[in-house]
């Protein structure tokens, strides 16, 4: 089983970036495909972006595309989401999650999860 540990939320002003770190430990962590996901405030945790560990091939919501970018260390066994350009709505709790087989932006197909990482965007 992988566990999953995000750092790297905040407080930022509009415009601003912010970079998340999500670090992968277990066993087999490079079988998994890993995906960020955030939650606002009375809101249902949706999908911002997903990609295999070992091949990189990503995928994006369209509401951070252009503006969010993940990435993974392999020597690290660390996901990354750099996100600029970042905007009051991107407000929320995110989280990191993995899950095997193929791409998903459903959150109940993800069976690992970090405890989340608040990020705050002031306008």
């Known amino acids: 089983q992988v566990q999953l540990l995000e750092s790297g939320g905040g407080l930022v002003q509009a415009g601003g970036s912010l970079r998340l770190s999500c670090a992968a430990s277990?066993?087999?962590?490079?079988?998994?495909?890993m995906g960020w996901f955030r939650q606002a405030p009375g809101k249902d945790r949706e999908f911002v972006a997903t990609?295999?560990?070992?091949?990189?091939?990503?995928y994006y919501a369209n509401s951070v595309k252009g503006r969010f970018t993940i990435t993974r260390d392999n020597a690290e066994n660390a996901v990354y989401l750099q996100m600029n350009s970042l905007k009051p709505e991107d407000t929320g709790a995110y989280y990191c999650?993995?899950?095997?087989?193929?791409?998903?932006?459903?959150?109940?197909?993800?069976?690992?999860w970090g405890q989340g990482t608040q990020v705050t965007v002031s306008s």
């Open positions: 999650a993995a899950k095997q087989g193929g791409p998903s932006i459903r959150s109940y197909e993800y069976d690992v």
């Open positions: 277990g066993r087999n962590v490079s079988d998994y495909r």
């Open positions: 990609m295999y560990w070992s091949v990189g091939t990503t």
